[in-house]
């Protein structure tokens, strides 16, 4: 069974930092297409970051200059670095594994993330 776990949300101050990772285990994830959404209490889950297997990198207007997408060296955890969060960040993050190409499309259950002072 596939699982994708994601961890390090947590509780910051506005301005502060927060690194998230994604893991998973199996080639699949070295092929897959990863995306980062957000999902906060009565708000349409939201497409944060996407990291294709070959090619850039690409973010929502919102946390452009502030999140960054990257990929472990062996390629089994994907990370999402936030710098200067604010407290409309603050949100369950979820990590998704798809391919279009292999037909699969998978999810972790989500790490809070909660931006206050």
């Known amino acids: 069974q596939v699982q994708l776990v994601e961890s390090g949300g947590g509780l910051v101050q506005p301005g502060g930092s927060l690194r998230l990772s994604c893991a998973a285990s199996?080639?699949?994830?070295?092929?897959?297409?990863i995306r980062w959404f957000r999902q906060a209490p009565g708000k349409q889950r939201e497409l944060v970051a996407s990291?294709?297997?070959?090619?850039?990198?690409d973010y929502a207007d919102s946390v452009k200059g502030r999140f960054a997408i990257s990929r472990a060296s062996g390629g089994n955890t994907v990370y999402l670095q936030m710098i200067d969060l604010k407290p409309e960040d603050t949100a369950v993050y979820l990590c998704?594994?798809?391919?279009?190409?292999?037909?699969?499309?998978?999810w972790g259950q989500g790490t809070q993330v909660t931006v206050s002072s």
């Open positions: 998704n594994a798809f391919s279009d190409v292999f037909g699969y499309d998978y």
């Open positions: 199996g080639t699949f994830f070295r092929i897959s297409t």
């Open positions: 990291l294709p297997n070959a090619g850039a990198a």
